[in-house]
């Protein structure tokens, strides 16, 4: 049984930072970031009572509403992220207990960027499986938390966002999720990640002073295995499927530099009319890029029975992945 996406939804913050005000707080300029990344602006969630919990649950409520059904007929909730509320209970778990899923189990998947590629393959096979029926996968991230703003090798990078989709088993063979390719690898972890406030480093003033809470990445190396990993499990997708470019209506690709995606999309063979772009708009929000995509071109009537998709992702750990989908 393969599983469908029967809705989708996004939540982004109304709060714009642009580029220009990252001008008057950092040693940067709006030419700098957006020659080299693309970005023109990024949405903050400025409410410091409100988190990551907050915008998936935004998005899970609009995803039930859309599709006419109630929270309690949910299954399943699954949340990537790696900015979540705290470290436990899990944001699922708060998406779970704000929107009232009684019938649910709920967890959250630690994939970085490529967490909702991981948390979409993940949900497919209990779909699969046949024993789930309505599965909640959400990508959300409030990476403004764990930004340093004196830093302007990240800061400029990042945005707040959230959205998803909801899956259900399909009818036939021919439409849903119907390939994926995943990989991680280890030895990538120092260039991409966040070592205060786990075991290893819990909080201390001394992790603190060491700034060890915030995101550090060594932009050059993530930025040369990005290039090579997604183009090649695109082309690894497109091969294991009998794909050829005029097969495929929408590459949607993670939203970290738009020269990766650029490059991605030449490898493939692909115009960037049939590429989903919106990092000008968001920036990088980690998980939450590919479903806001995926959103976007559903609000814009874009998605038809049969449209294929090929989503791909690069992120910290170092985690990639692609998965082939069929629209219903
Ligand atoms: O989503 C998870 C995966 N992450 C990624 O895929 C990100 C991959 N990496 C990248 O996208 C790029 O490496 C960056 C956008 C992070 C950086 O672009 P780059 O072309 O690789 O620049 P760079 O790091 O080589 O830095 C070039 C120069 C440096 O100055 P010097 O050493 O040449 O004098 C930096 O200090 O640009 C400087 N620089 C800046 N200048 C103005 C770095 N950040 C900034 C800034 N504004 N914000």
């Known amino acids: 049984m393969k599983a469908v996406i029967t809705s ?24 700098w970031i957006r020659t080299r990344t693309g970005i023109r602006e990024r949405r903050i969630l400025k409410d410091p009572e409100k988190a990551t919990s907050f915008m998936c649950s935004e998005v899970a409520r609009k995803l039930i509403e859309k599709r006419g059904i109630t929270a309690d007929d949910i299954d399943l909730i699954i949340v990537a992220t790696m900015s979540p509320d705290m470290i436990f209970p899990s944001t699922a778990c708060l998406v779970q207990k704000n929107i009232s899923a ?11 960027c490529s967490g909702f590629i991981y948390a979409l393959h993940t ?20 990476m403004s938390a764990v930004m340093d703003y004196t830093d ?8 707040d ?23 991680s690898d280890g030895k990538g972890c120092d260039n ?22 915030y995101l550090q990445q060594d932009g050059r190396q993530v930025f040369k295995s990005a290039v090579v990993a997604m183009a090649d ?11 050829s470019a005029k097969d495929i209506d929408f590459l949607i690709p993670h939203q970290a530099n738009h020269r990766i995606i650029q490059a991605t999309a030449e490898r493939m063979g692909i115009g960037l009319e049939h590429v989903a772009v919106n990092i000008d708009r968001y920036g990088n929000t980690s998980a939450a890029t590919i479903p ?11 998605l038809h029975r049969g449209s294929s998709l090929i989503l791909v992702s690069f992120g910290a750990g170092y985690t990639w992945g692609g998965i082939y989908l069929t629209w219903v």
């Open 8 to 31: 989708t939804a996004k939540y982004l913050p109304d709060s714009v930072l642009n580029n220009h005000d990252l001008e008057q707080i950092l040693d940067t300029n709006d030419e």
């Open 102 to 112: 009684s019938n649910a189990w709920a967890f959250d998947l630690s994939g970085a």
């Open 161 to 183: 966002g959230a959205a998803g989709v909801l899956i259900e088993p399909g009818t036939d063979e021919e439409h849903g999720v119907l390939d994926a390719r995943l990989y």
């Open 233 to 243: 499990v695109a082309l690894e997708i497109m091969t294991r499927n009998n794909l």
């Open 192 to 213: 991409l990640c966040m070592p205060g406030g786990g075991s290893l480093h819990p909080t201390s003033h001394e992790t603190v002073d060491q700034k060890l809470h």
């Open 292 to 302: 806001i995509c995926i959103a976007e071109l559903d609000e814009a009537g874009k």
């Open 123 to 142: 949900g497919a096979q209990f779909i699969a499986a046949g024993t789930h029926k309505k599965v909640l996968v959400i990508g959300g991230e409030k």
């Open 152 to 159: 302007r090798t990240t800061c400029v990078l990042f945005g």
